[in-house]
């Protein structure tokens, strides 16, 4: 029923910047943009990305490499792929997709963070992409995981299949907004388990997740993947918080 419920609302919402002007959910002016929720002035602003980064020193990393040559790189995570930083444009569009419901801004990203990969993901073979869940009763109050419309985008782009009965939420944990890293890491601790009938032996995982800031819930998402055989984790999110470029 609450499925029902969460997909009518979706729609609605929709239909919602189809019914009344389209305002632009950035800089809120009314516009005439083939988008209702993104003004072509703001459109154009947009900086996207185009090289995947370290998860560890956010510094860019060429796609044929997998250890960071500036830090060693990540133990947990080989690369994070992003379509830019959270900054004052991001931020209102990602906003507008989680917290209000505009499901097309949030396809908006995910399409060209898929686009992203598509021409920089490595040959080797990805087995499967893994959506960071949300605890039920979160995913029950917001209607949606965010997390599951990013990773359906790059399963249709980059035909890898989405599993999302790998991964289980097993604790709610607090808002992670206010927490330094030390907090977040110790917040996110034990908020996961593996589906005891999983076979991650060898295998190479892409984890989708709406925004990465300290990292604290990929890492720990990651960690318990590789206790579980998994071989390697990278990381796509919609943006980086905290990050400025590094050339
Ligand atoms: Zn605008
Ligand atoms: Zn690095």
Known sequence: ????????????????????????????????????FLCDKCSRSLDFYSDPYCFKCKKPLDSSTDKCPACGGSRLISKTWACSSYDDFFRPLIHSFKY??????????????????ANRLQEKKIDMIIPVPLHPLRERKRGFNQSVYIAEELQNELDILID???????????????????????????????????DLEKKRIILVDDVTTSGATASEAARILKEAGAREI??????????????
């Open 100 to 117: 209000q419901g505009i499901i097309p801004a949030g396809r908006f990203l995910s399409r060209k963070l898929a686009d992203l990969m």
């Open 1 to 36: 029923m609450n499925k029902i419920r969460a997909t009518a609302e979706h729609i609605y919402n929709s239909l919602m910047g189809f019914v009344y002007p389209p305002q632009c959910v950035i800089c809120d002016s009314l516009h005439e943009g083939d988008k209702f």
């Open 234 to 247: 990278q990381l796509a999110v919609l943006a980086i918080a905290g990050h400025d470029i590094q050339e």
């Open 164 to 198: 999302l009965d790998v991964l289980i939420r097993i604790r709610r944990t607090k808002d992670q907004t206010g927490l330094n890293r030390e907090q977040r890491k110790k917040n996110m601790r034990g908020a996961f388990k593996i589906n005891p009938k999983a």
